[in-house]
């Protein structure tokens, strides 16, 4: 127990949560802000007449463009589902409405994914009644499997696309080099993540999940942290079993996450296609790659808005300069309206839950 009331001691003596809150979430909030009217400013600057002509001959395909988001969420979902002890597996459609739920607050709000990720185990614990000692070990595999697989991502992408990366180097960021960097920043993230694995098996993310939770204006749910713990505590030695998790299960998992960095390319792949824009898989796979590692650093802005859409025109124009200002507003606007669809479903599925008034967290050890 004399961990866990250090942990606690811990918790009392961070900054009183309103100030930390102010410092942290208004910060987030005007860079937010600046990115809207980046992104706003970018769309008026742009072809948006010929955009919605471009989008408008799309028809009945426009079905399509949601496609490849929800298979990822999907085979996203199947991968983090094999993390998990064999008895202590979620149904695969119940993380999947997890996994769509929490994303909708990382894409619609400033810093969403500090959040995000902390309130998977609460809503898991809901049902099934995943104890948290179980499912954060699973969470934090997770997250260092999907780096390790970013890593590689890159590299592949970074070999496949190498010589039209290094043709369009100039006009993409100004100067030469920019195959180079990119397979330098793939290996860079593999690296990052095989540290990160030996940090899964040692380190303590129960405790930082607690702390974070904790940091929610939720008294009730401050309550049941407060009185549980050290469920918290027993997850950091949970984590440490995970070197014993099958292998196969683990390759799995790994194949998995793989296929989701590759489905986001295609997903741009197949706004190209349906503007009628052609631009190399290779290509876009490299750039998304990289996109990706920006988006974690500006991790609060709501789904990279304002910077992401500026690497889109810059994409097009450097790949497929016919027409490129129209092309490319009409690849963020596919982009954004896709988001926004799957940030209502997730907020539908979290209204469903009604975490706050239904949960019962006396049945959560």
């Known amino acids: 127990m004399r961990n866990s009331d ?3 001691e811990e918790v009392e003596n961070l900054p009183g949560s309103k100030r930390l809150l102010w410092k942290t979430i208004v910060p ?12 706003t400013a970018l769309l008026i600057s742009l072809d948006l007449k010929g955009a919605y002509v471009l989008i408008s001959a799309i028809g009945i395909l426009l079905f399509l463009a ?5 298979f990822s ?3 996203d979902s199947f991968g983090w589902r094999l993390l998990f002890p064999e008895n202590k597996r979620p149904k695969l ?11 909708a607050l990382y894409m619609s709000i400033p810093g969403g994914i500090v959040f995000s990720d902390p309130l998977k185990p609460v809503l898991l614990a809901k049902k099934p009644g995943i104890k948290p000692s179980e499912s954060i070990p699973a969470m934090g595999a997770r997250r260092t499997l999907i780096l390790v697989t970013h890593g590689m991502f890159i590299i592949l992408s970074a070999i496949l696309a190498w010589g039209e990366l290094g043709e369009m180097s100039k ?8 195959n180079i960097l990119t397979m330098s920043v793939g290996a860079f993230i593999f690296i990052l993540g095989f540290f990160s694995t030996l940090g899964l098996i040692f380190g303590g993310i129960g405790k930082k999940f ?7 204006p939720v008294k009730r749910l401050r309550r049941y942290l407060y009185s549980k713990r050290s469920a918290f505590i027993r997850t950091d030695f949970s984590l440490r079993k995970f070197k014993d998790h099958p292998k196969k299960k683990i390759l799995t998992a790994i194949f998995s996450f793989f296929c989701v960095w590759l489905l986001e390319s295609i997903e741009t792949w197949l706004f190209l296609q349906l503007i009628g824009a052609s631009i190399s898989l290779p ?15 500006l991790f609060f802005l709501p789904s990279g808005i304002g910077v992401q859409d500026i690497s889109y025109v810059a994409l097009v124009r450097a790949f497929y300069p016919e027409n490129a200002d129209a092309a490319s507003t009409a690849v963020i606007l596919l982009r954004r309206l896709r988001e926004t669809l799957f940030v209502f479903l997730g907020y539908f599925l979290l209204l469903t839950e009604k975490t706050e008034s239904k949960i019962s967290l006396n049945k959560i050890d």
């Open 171 to 178: 006009k993409l960021i100004g100067v030469q080099g920019l």
């Open 28 to 39: 987030r909030i005007i860079f937010a802000i600046i990115a809207i009217t980046i992104f």
């Open 93 to 103: 459609l119940r993380i999947s409405i997890v996994r769509f739920a929490t994303e």
């Open 283 to 297: 290509a876009i796979m490299a750039f998304e790659s990289v996109m990706t590692v920006v988006r974690s650093i």
């Open 73 to 75: 969420g999907l085979i």
């Open 210 to 216: 607690y702390k974070i939770l904790y940091l929610l």
């Open 66 to 70: 949601p496609i490849p988001y929800f």
């Open 6 to 8: 250090q942990l606690s």
